[in-house]
């Protein structure tokens, strides 16, 4: 049994998907492989709304698995998002995630490929 913040998780899985769980969580993190703007994760995540994206960067920020850097040293504003050291711990993880899709897609007669963004990986 683990325990955050007074919220138990079962276990070890559990305690994963605290993290990483929800709809878009793992996506965006697997796109912070490399530094990234705010506006640049925008544009490579158009699918995800703004009130989304802005929440689960402030989970993310929140868990320690993100960095928020504002510059403001000149206009307009800054944002850059990265992962922690913390973060950096799951990328072995969500690439496995990230294959596992991609083999998911070329055996599975159900999935059709329409067009897929790899600039992460």
């Given at each position: 049994?683990y325990?955050?913040?007074?919220?138990?998780?079962?276990?070890?899985?559990?305690?994963?998907?605290?993290?990483i769980?929800?709809?878009?969580?793992?996506?965006?993190l697997?796109?912070?492989?490399?530094?990234?703007?705010?506006?640049?994760l925008?544009?490579e995540?158009p699918?995800?709304?703004e009130?989304?994206?802005s929440?689960?960067?402030k989970?993310?920020?929140a868990?320690?698995l993100?960095?928020r850097?504002v510059y403001?040293?000149k206009p307009p504003?800054?944002?850059?998002?990265?992962?922690?050291?913390?973060?950096?711990?799951?990328?072995p993880?969500?690439?496995?995630i990230?294959?596992?899709?991609?083999?998911?897609?070329?055996?599975n007669?159900?999935?059709?490929?329409?067009?897929?963004?790899?600039?992460?990986l």
């Open positions: 049994m325990l955050i913040d007074n919220k138990e998780y079962p276990c070890s899985t559990s305690l994963t998907m605290k993290y769980g929800g709809k878009w969580k793992s996506v965006i697997i796109h912070l492989l490399q530094k990234k703007r705010y506006n640049e925008r544009k995540l699918m995800v709304t009130r989304t994206l929440l689960q960067l989970e993310l920020e868990d320690g993100i960095i850097t403001t040293s504003l800054k944002v850059e998002y990265e992962l922690t050291d913390f973060g950096k711990t799951l990328i993880l969500l690439k496995a990230a294959e596992w899709g991609k083999e998911a897609a070329q055996t007669e159900n999935i059709s490929v329409v067009s897929c963004q790899t600039s992460s």
